[in-house]
């Protein structure tokens, strides 16, 4: 079984910054894609960024240019640097992975963008 601990959500004004980190309880070198998923109050659950364990990335649209994730395999983490945040990327961020077959998801952490 895998637990992912996300942290460093909070609120900040838009045009800000916040660096999520998901850290995991297993090794992650052996975890082919790691994503970040966000939920907003009313809406489904979004893909945000994926990274696999040869580095490539992708991103949604409504994020390129703005969100950058990363994986440290040496501290079990992966990470998501958002910057120019916007209301509109009020959500509760989600650490994902597939670790053997299975799905594991983190409790989530709260970032909030006042205007």
């Known amino acids: 079984q895998v637990q992912l601990v996300e942290s460093g959500g909070g609120l900040v004004q838009a045009g800000g910054s916040l660096r999520l980190s998901c850290a995991a309880s297993?090794?992650?070198?052996?975890?082919?894609?790691m994503s970040w998923y966000r939920q907003a109050p009313g809406k489904q659950r979004e893909l945000v960024a994926t990274i696999t364990s040869g580095g490539r990335t992708n991103s949604a649209d409504s994020v390129k240019g703005r969100f950058t994730i990363s994986r440290d395999n040496a501290k079990r983490s992966v990470y998501l640097q958002m910057n120019t945040l916007k209301p509109e990327d009020t959500a509760v961020y989600y650490c994902?992975?597939?670790?053997?077959?299975?799905?594991?998801w983190g409790q989530g952490t709260q970032v909030t963008v006042s205007s």
């Open positions: 994902y992975a597939i670790y053997e077959t299975w799905a594991y």
């Open positions: 297993v090794s992650i070198s052996g975890i082919n894609v």
